[in-house]
C-alpha cells in the first residue's frame, strides 16, 4: 500500500521556522516527482514547492527565497524548510508524489496533510 506519511507541522512565531518531512512507501520513490501543497480555509489548494525526480526545483513567487524543498532518495523523503515565516503560511500542507510511466498511466498520491499555524 502506499503511504506518505507527514510530520513537523505545528505552531510557529512570525520570523520563525518550521522543517516538514514526508516518508514515502510503496512507491518506488526515485522515479517520481515531488511536491509540497498548502490549502487555507476557503482558499484553492496551490503548489508550494516542487522538485521532480531528478532534483530540478520550483517555488511559488510568495515563498521563493524562504522555503526550501529536498529530498533523501535513501530515505524515501521529502522535505520542506520553512524560514521567515509568515501569517499568510498558515494552512494545511500536503505531501504528494507523482509518476507518469506512460500518458495513459498517471499516478498521484497524497498525505494526510500536516496543519502549520503562524502566530503571535
Known amino acids: 500500500q502506499v503511504q506518505l506519511v507527514e510530520s513537523g507541522g505545528g505552531l510557529a512565531r512570525p520570523g520563525g521556522s518550521l522543517r516538514l518531512s514526508c516518508a514515502a512507501s510503496?512507491?518506488?520513490?526515485?522515479?517520481?516527482?515531488m511536491a509540497w501543497y498548502r490549502q487555507a480555509p476557503g482558499k484553492e489548494r496551490e503548489l508550494v514547492a516542487g522538485?521532480?525526480?531528478?532534483?530540478?526545483?520550483n517555488y511559488a513567487d510568495s515563498v521563493k527565497g524562504r522555503f526550501t524543498i529536498s529530498r533523501d532518495n535513501a530515505k524515501s523523503t521529502v522535505y520542506l524548510q520553512m524560514n521567515s515565516l509568515k501569517p499568510e503560511d498558515t494552512a494545511v500542507y500536503y505531501c504528494?508524489?507523482?509518476?507518469?510511466?506512460?500518458?495513459?498511466?498517471?499516478?498521484?498520491?497524497w498525505g494526510q496533510g500536516t496543519q502549520v499555524t503562524v502566530s503571535s
Open positions: 510503496g512507491i518506488i520513490f526515485s522515479r517520481n516527482d
Open positions: 522538485i521532480t525526480n531528478r532534483g530540478i526545483t
Open positions: 504528494n508524489a507523482r509518476h507518469a510511466p506512460v500518458v495513459e498511466a498517471v499516478y498521484n498520491y
